[in-house]
């Protein structure tokens, strides 16, 4: 069984900052890709950050520069630095993890429960 735990999210004002957390546990045997999606009232769930294997990362241009998405690959966790927040960025965010729970299962998908940012005066 595989479990992706995040934390970290809250309130912040307009210019601030936030770190989420994400760790994963259970049974894993490899990680292929952790990254963060998010999800606002009224739209589709969209990717906010990704990391894979060979420490490559993608960002769409409306956090460029101002999220950044690490690992610790020795705890499974996976963080997002938001800076620089607007409100536009509120929302759900999710952890998500592409990975193998033993050494003879294919990769797959994996959700955490999501967390939810706000960003308001």
């Known amino acids: 069984q595989v479990q992706l735990v995040e934390s970290g999210g809250g309130l912040v004002q307009p210019g601030g900052s936030l770190r989420l957390s994400c760790a994963a546990s259970g049974s894993i045997f490899s990680i292929n890709v952790m990254a963060w999606y998010r999800q606002a009232p009224g739209k589709q769930r969209e990717l906010v950050a990704a990391d894979d294997s060979n420490f490559r990362t993608i960002y769409p241009d409306s956090v460029k520069g101002r999220f950044t998405i690490s690992r610790d690959h020795a705890k499974n966790t996976v963080y997002l630095q938001m800076n620089s927040l607007k409100p536009e960025d509120t929302a759900v965010y999710y952890c998500?993890?592409?990975?193998?729970?033993?050494?003879?299962?294919?990769?797959?998908?994996?959700w955490g429960q999501g967390t939810q940012v706000t960003v308001s005066s």
């Open positions: 998500n993890a592409l990975l193998s729970p033993t050494r003879y299962s294919g990769p797959q998908n994996y």
